[in-house]
């Protein structure tokens, strides 16, 4: 279920963004490629800052896909899980500059928040940014069973009646 909070940074996840020790902690930031595909970058603690409730500091590899999806779009989407939840930030972006550190520049942008989500379910506890363990597991696992025979049964994929001379993807 997912629930739309205010256009903050939400409390959790910025608690586990201000600690700089904790060396797992990841957050997945979300880009759209030129060809309007998702783009996926993996941000530790030590490149992304919360300024205050609503501002985000970001540093990204200066030739990286990611940083050219950001400043040709001035957008990207910040998403974790904290206890249980998966947060998603959406982030309008601005140039900051470059960053020089002891190994290498890195580029510096700064988002604001332009909507916050928290994303749970009801039949299922989050584990993890992937994984998650089912909280009724013969109930879901059916559900599961009956929703995948019906989507077989819908037929060939709608890819296969498409002329536009696009590939599906492999």
Same mark, same amino acid.
Request: aromatic share 4%; with cysteine.
């Given at each position: ?24 902690? #990841? ?32 540093? #990204? ?40 550190? %002891?190994? %290498? ?57 498409? #002329? ?7």
């Amino acid at each position: 279920m997912s629930t739309r909070l205010e256009p903050t940074v939400p409390p959790a996840l910025r608690e586990a963004l201000d600690r700089d020790d904790d060396v797992g902690f #990841t957050v997945e930031l979300l880009t759209v490629t030129e060809e309007a595909f998702p783009h996926q970058a993996l941000l530790s603690v030590g490149e992304i800052v919360v300024l205050d409730d609503e501002h985000v500091r970001l540093a #990204t590899w200066p030739a990286s896909t990611t940083t050219r999806n950001m400043a040709r779009t001035g957008r990207c989407a910040l998403t974790a899980v904290v206890d249980g939840v998966a947060y998603t930030v959406l982030l309008a972006l601005v140039p900051h500059g470059e960053l020089t550190s %002891s190994t %290498s520049p890195l580029t510096v942008v700064d988002g604001r928040v332009v909507e916050s989500r928290a994303d749970t379910a009801p039949y299922a506890v989050l584990e993890s940014g992937i994984r998650f363990r089912l909280t009724d597991p013969d109930a879901v696992l059916d559900r599961w069973a009956t929703t995948r025979r019906l989507l077989r049964e819908l037929g060939p994929s709608a890819w296969s009646t498409r #002329t536009t001379g696009t590939r599906s993807p492999s």
